[in-house]
């Protein structure tokens, strides 16, 4: 299935909205990664030019074009506020694996909102893409993104030692690691 594209889905939670990347976002998007605060433990420093989120936005298309993965926009249901994205990137197809990735905007942290984003998408993986893994990463120091993974099912897989050098700080990543068997174990006890 590599070379072919992806279409990438628009998925609903019961907050969330989940969709294709518009010009539109170009704004709120430039805003989320431009902040420091949001990306402290991100492994690259906030964004100085506003031509990055055009970058951004080629960079969703390519991935969709050459089949490697999906990026989406997080909307609240409520009143269509963006408050960030999650995507999927590095499907190989032949392994059936893919990594996962999202980024939230302040405001929207401390309500579930990345973890009920990053369960439709890798739910999506599973279903459409045929995944038997999805692999994140987050900071060692990060402990809500830790805590979003283990509520997700991820398993701890080992620690990438001083793996990210931002504007000269040195940083560990925790690799985690979630199977399609995991995922059918952890939803069988939610009664999902």
């Not at 099912?153 to 931002?166: A, I, N, Q, S, Y």
């Amino acid at each position: 299935m590599r070379g072919m594209s992806l279409d990438p889905p628009t998925l609903t939670t019961a907050r969330l909205q989940l969709r294709p990347f518009e010009k539109d976002d170009l704004g709120p998007l430039f805003e989320l990664h431009s902040s420091a605060e949001i990306l402290r433990y991100w492994d690259a420093p906030p964004w100085t030019d506003r031509s990055r989120a055009e970058r951004f936005l080629a960079v969703c298309r390519r991935l969709a074009e050459d089949g490697s993965g999906v990026r989406l926009a997080i909307d609240l249901v409520s009143d269509g506020d963006f408050i960030g994205w999650c995507g999927l990137s590095r499907w190989n197809p032949d392994f059936r694996s893919a990594s996962l990735t999202y980024c939230l905007s302040d405001r929207a942290w401390g309500r579930g909102y990345a973890t009920e984003a990053a369960d439709a998408l890798v739910q999506w993986g599973f279903d459409t893409l045929d995944l038997n893994r999805v692999q994140a990463e987050a900071d060692t120091r990060n402990t809500a993104s830790v805590r979003v993974l283990e509520k997700l099912g991820f398993v701890h897989e080992g620690t990438l030692r001083e793996d990210c050098v931002v504007n000269g700080e040195v940083s560990d990543s925790f690799v985690y690691g979630l199977l399609r068997r995991d995922r059918r174990t952890a939803t069988a006890g939610s009664g999902r």
